[in-house]
């Protein structure tokens, strides 16, 4: 299935936080912070969005911004471009 993202939005593949186990102590799912990093995927026909993010770009988004979807069991979220705060280079 492809994912073709509207107007300022974009689409990214979230990156898992690498497991941390300090102490022995387990730490349940529903405890872990969320994600804020990912790769973009596909990018919205917005012209500025365009000019600044590229499918492959690693990206830092809001905590709480875009709506989480799975796709061929892949974890996907869709943002706007506002809610993508810094690309990493």
């Given at each position: 299935?492809k994912l ?86």
């Amino acid at each position: 299935m492809k994912l073709e993202p509207l107007g300022d939005r974009v689409v990214v593949k979230v990156s898992e936080p690498e497991e941390k186990m300090v102490g022995g102590i387990i730490i349940p799912d529903t405890v872990k912070e969320k994600p804020v990093m990912g790769e973009v995927v596909a990018i919205g026909t917005d012209d500025e969005v365009k000019e600044n993010l590229k499918e492959g770009d690693n990206v830092i988004y809001a905590k709480y911004g875009g709506t989480e979807v799975t796709i061929d069991g892949q974890d996907l979220i869709i943002l706007s471009y506002g809610d993508v705060l810094a690309k990493l280079g």
